[in-house]
């Protein structure tokens, strides 16, 4: 079949896949941006404790992603996509009803457990790959347009959130639960092009077409001068806990920075939180061309990311301390949204499969479990901090520490940059080679 036609066949499963994440952008910032509410109907009167429960909470969703994209990776390679994507949607469907009808702390932490496990053992294990498999030449392109539609998410939902954050405020529950019934229904009736191919295999007892996935691997690896080292092997999965470290404490903790830090209302911090998703959205866009159109490498991309995520947050950070004013943190803000939230995650997917072949949803599995990390380790000291110092000092020092994480970032692109042009024979800068 042509890429052309495949394409055309498989696009179906494009939609599909942007359904389930635009359901998991809500998912991403349900605790955080209903986090009064939510710890109100679970029984807490103290601001404080209110705020570390939620920090909780959202830690139990990093442990679910954690515990469980490597082996979903895994499960996807071995029983097809469809089955996990299915799985995925009813998880989120159970995870939410719980999170709208508990009034204990302890059962949300098990809904925000599931919902990880749904996001990452059952939805990145096979919709990465599956949408990378519908059209192979622009995987780069589709697999960024996953954040564009996450990004819309982040825009439309902070705002819905802050118009019923009163008596009827349960709505901003239900909105999800009947995207995830629509998202489930989709991936029911999609086809996957790995799941048709397995069932050709296994009719026609065809050993090439089993193996198809395993010489386009191998085929990949020929391809090189020379295999990626240890240290490649290691930068193209820790960027997966260095990319989810920026944007996870951007994307959970905008709003608070801006009610505590910066003295906003609630409504005008959820709009702290759109301005940078609005980032994001036009980043998406812009690397989208960049990477679909002009061909550019994805190590490219990710290194003037991390550049501009370290400036934009240094602006951050300095902000408070030299009175700059809120205007230059809402620039920021967005330029942090075009950078660290505006597809950085899936371009870092595409290098790992780039640089470092392998089964796909083994190498999502291994690249998502350090996500997996980092989404546990940040709402821990967060919460831990919020205990200590207080949720204002907590979410500053955070900024800081974030901006540790985009200067090691920065390293890192450096030195893959150099092994780039051993491995391929051109420069990581120039256009890509197909």
């Given at each position: 079949?042509?890429?052309?036609?495949?394409?055309?066949?498989?696009?179906?499963?494009?939609?599909?896949?942007?359904?389930?994440?635009?359901?998991?952008?809500?998912?991403?910032?349900?605790?955080?941006?209903?986090?009064?509410?939510?710890?109100?109907?679970?029984?807490?009167?103290?601001?404080?404790?209110?705020?570390?429960?939620?920090?909780?909470?959202?830690?139990?969703?990093?442990?679910?992603?954690?515990?469980?994209?490597?082996i979903g990776g895994e499960i996807s390679d071995r029983i097809g996509r469809k089955i996990m994507a299915v799985g995925g949607g009813v998880l989120y469907i159970i995870s939410f009803v719980i999170m709208l009808v508990t009034d204990n702390a302890t059962v949300a932490c098990v809904a925000g457990f599931l919902s990880g496990v749904a996001t990452?053992?059952?939805?990145?294990?096979?919709?990465?790959?599956?949408?990378?498999?519908?059209?192979?030449?622009?995987?780069?392109?589709?697999?960024?347009?996953?954040?564009?539609?996450?990004?819309?998410?982040?825009?439309?939902?902070?705002?819905?959130?802050?118009?019923?954050?009163?008596?009827?405020?349960?709505?901003?529950?239900?909105?999800?639960?009947?995207?995830?019934?629509?998202?489930?229904?989709?991936?029911?009736?999609?086809?996957?092009?790995?799941?048709?191919?397995?069932?050709?295999?296994?009719?026609?007892?065809?050993?090439?077409?089993?193996?198809?996935?395993?010489?386009?691997?191998?085929?990949?690896?020929?391809?090189?001068?020379?295999?990626?080292?240890?240290?490649?092997?290691?930068?193209?999965?820790?960027?997966?806990?260095?990319?989810?470290?920026?944007?996870?404490?951007?994307?959970?903790?905008?709003?608070?920075?801006?009610?505590?830090?910066?003295?906003?209302?609630?409504?005008?911090?959820?709009?702290l939180t759109s301005i940078y998703t609005v980032g994001s959205v036009v980043a998406v866009l812009f690397w989208a061309w960049m990477m679909g159109k002009l061909r550019w490498t994805p190590i490219k991309v990710i290194l003037i990311d991390s550049i501009l995520a370290a400036c934009a947050l240094a602006l951050v950070i300095i902000a408070l301390?030299?009175?700059?004013?809120?205007?230059?943190?809402?620039?920021?803000?967005?330029?942090?949204?075009?950078?660290?939230?505006?597809?950085?995650?899936?371009?870092?997917?595409?290098?790992?499969?780039?640089?470092?072949?392998?089964?796909?949803?083994?190498?999502?599995?291994?690249?998502?479990?350090?996500?997996?990390?980092?989404?546990?380790?940040?709402?821990?000291?967060?919460?831990?901090?919020?205990?200590?110092?207080?949720?204002?000092?907590?979410?500053?020092?955070?900024?800081?520490?974030?901006?540790?994480?985009?200067?090691?970032?920065?390293?890192?692109?450096?030195?893959?940059?150099?092994?780039?042009?051993?491995?391929?024979?051109?420069?990581?800068?120039?256009?890509?080679?197909?």
């Amino acid at each position: 079949m042509s890429a052309a036609k495949q394409a055309t066949k498989y696009l179906f499963a494009i939609a599909t896949v942007y359904m389930c994440y635009l359901t998991h952008g809500v998912q991403a910032i349900i605790f955080s941006q209903n986090q009064v509410n939510f710890y109100t109907q679970w029984g807490f009167t103290d601001a404080t404790a209110g705020a570390a429960a939620v920090s909780t909470a959202i830690m139990w969703v990093g442990i679910g992603k954690f515990i469980s994209v490597w082996i979903g990776g895994e499960i996807s390679d071995r029983i097809g996509r469809k089955i996990m994507a299915v799985g995925g949607g009813v998880l989120y469907i159970i995870s939410f009803v719980i999170m709208l009808v508990t009034d204990n702390a302890t059962v949300a932490c098990v809904a925000g457990f599931l919902s990880g496990v749904a996001t990452s053992g059952f939805w990145d294990g096979s919709l990465y790959p599956a949408i990378a498999e519908a059209n192979p030449k622009y995987s780069a392109s589709t697999t960024i347009g996953i954040k564009l539609v996450i990004s819309i998410s982040g825009i439309v939902y902070p705002l819905f959130v802050a118009m019923n954050s009163g008596a009827n405020w349960h709505i901003n529950v239900m909105i999800p639960i009947v995207m995830s019934v629509i998202a489930t229904v989709m991936a029911i009736c999609t086809p996957f092009i790995y799941d048709d191919e397995r069932k050709i295999a296994a009719s026609s007892n065809d050993e090439g077409a089993k193996n198809k996935a395993q010489e386009e691997i191998q085929a990949a690896k020929d391809a090189m001068l020379e295999q990626p080292n240890a240290m490649v092997n290691a930068c193209t999965l820790f960027f997966g806990f260095l990319i989810m470290f920026i944007m996870y404490g951007a994307q959970q903790y905008t709003k608070q920075f801006g009610i505590t830090n910066l003295g906003l209302d609630a409504t005008t911090a959820a709009g702290l939180t759109s301005i940078y998703t609005v980032g994001s959205v036009v980043a998406v866009l812009f690397w989208a061309w960049m990477m679909g159109k002009l061909r550019w490498t994805p190590i490219k991309v990710i290194l003037i990311d991390s550049i501009l995520a370290a400036c934009a947050l240094a602006l951050v950070i300095i902000a408070l301390p030299l009175n700059l004013g809120a205007g230059v943190v809402y620039v920021a803000i967005a330029v942090l949204g075009f950078s660290a939230a505006g597809g950085m995650l899936q371009t870092g997917v595409t290098l790992r499969q780039m640089m470092c072949p392998g089964p796909r949803g083994r190498n999502v599995g291994m690249y998502y479990t350090f996500m997996g990390f980092a989404s546990v380790f940040l709402p821990f000291i967060v919460g831990s901090m919020t205990k200590s110092v207080g949720e204002g000092s907590a979410v500053w020092i955070m900024m800081v520490l974030l901006l540790v994480a985009a200067i090691v970032s920065i390293c890192m692109s450096l030195y893959v940059i150099s092994r780039f042009k051993k491995q391929f024979g051109y420069s990581a800068m120039e256009k890509m080679h197909d």
